[in-house]
């Protein structure tokens, strides 16, 4: 166990993962840390997801770490350069080292008589199972669950003669090329397939039970490139960085106060490129922007494959599968070759980990979120979950940020624990995500709560939340330190010197 222990364990080496490795390593240089990783590579979700033109959907001067400039010249960058970019952070930081891969971690458990946490993990291709403990435990594992996406079962798919295939689980030697392929779903991941797939000679259909809204963004930052002939690389991308942030909350705050102003100029925005003699019923969702997220596509590259005809969307609902296709409540039948459920994900909070405290299982539902980053009554424990209206990595970045302010705070003062406690029995406002997507809606029984006022309240914007993490007082009336030791003082002499 002495070789196992660590001041910090982080659960995970996605993008949030070496977030928080890179920002102790900066911040907290006397705290030892490893990372578990059940993968065997760095990456997360841009190591899993192998679909056609798997891409983010934020652009990445908001995407990327703070500390870190993306040099490319795409918005919206593909898989595989986003996982290069993680891997680079890794090694340029002396983060890799730290990482301990094949280790899926099982349960962890907080002993207050120890003070430190307990964890447990499996090597899922030997069964060997390792133990590790820390006196801080940070989850990074972000939120869905990787074992399974979500998938309703439809009538009648047991008689389709085809491949039925989940995005979340892309075989990699797929065929597609030539064939009729559905792809059922209106979200990110359908709107990025269809135009991918369509280009590599496939026959594509997107099928929507409802519409979604798209938005066309640009392939290239043309302001950023230009810059990058006059100022050096952090530069531009600080630029690019509080611009977009600043358009972001500028969009969504207009969405808010507007919704329909932005949704005309959404719907407008899609018949200038889809022509005026497309059916726009299939892009005029029901409910207002930003009720759900908007989907982003790079120079319009999904209303250009429909508008040529390599692709076409139907708005139906799904009577049954059959040998050749599916059949649709309207009598109309679908012919396909290859079926992708683009159904969306399940949501999975810290990783699944079953945790305790003192013996005591702790259920996320029955918690509430401390300032977007603690868990009521969780010693020694912080998660990151990045923003549902915004770029996931602009919370994980402050959240980080904090975490090593309250370590730095507890050398300084001795204290061992730190546990945020609800002294004023603040109200249960639902969910801490507060949005009406399906897949949220569906884990709603499994997602932490939120307050009805600060520092219980989840506010899905950079601009509050940045001077109450960055530069907020870490000693607040909800913060319980306790366990404090003696801290060891310096002699005249060395902090004359600055030792």
Known sequence: MSNNHFDVLIIGAGLSGIDAAVHLTRKCPNRTYAILERRERIGGTWDLFKYPGIRSDSDMFTLGYSFKPWTQSKVLADGASIREYVEDTARENGVTRHIRFGRKVINANWSSDDKCWTVETTNEQTGEKEHFSANFLFSCTGYYNYDQGYRPDFPGEETFKGEIIHPQHWPEDLQYEG???????????????????????????????????VATVPEVDPISEGLRRFLPDMAVYRLGRARNIGIQRMVFKLAKQRPKLVRRALLAAARR????????????????????????????????????????????????????????????????????TATGLNIQMLGGIQGTVDGKPVHPNETMVYKGSMLKDVPNMAMIFGYTNS??????????????????????????????????????????????????????????????????QVVQNYFYDLPRLRYGSVEDDVLEFSDYQPVKKKGLVASLLGA
């Open 179 to 213: 064939k009729k392929v559905v792809v059922i779903g209106s979200g990110a991941t359908a709107v990025t397939l269809v135009p991918a797939m369509a280009s590599k000679g496939a026959k594509v259909t997107m099928l929507q039970r409802s519409p979604t809204y």
């Open 273 to 340: 490129q889809l022509g005026d003699d497309f059916d726009m019923s299939h892009f005029r969702p029901s409910y207002n922007p930003w009720d759900e997220r908007l989907c982003a596509v790079p120079n319009g590259d999904l209303f250009k494959s429909l508008r040529k005809g390599e692709s076409e969307v139907v708005t139906d609902h799904i009577e049954r599968f059959t040998e050749s296709g599916i059949l649709l409540k309207s009598g109309k039948e679908l012919e396909a070759d290859i079926i992708i």
């Open 391 to 456: 770029s996931w990595t602009l919370k994980a970045d402050l959240v980080c940020e904090y975490v090593c302010r309250v370590l730095n705070h507890m050398d300084k003062t001795g204290a061992q624990t730190v546990i945020p406690r609800d002294k004023e029995d603040c109200q249960d406002e639902g969910n801490f995500l507060g949005m009406q997507s399906g897949y949220i809606q569906r884990a709603n029984n499994e997602l932490p709560r939120q307050g009805t006022r600060a520092p219980w």
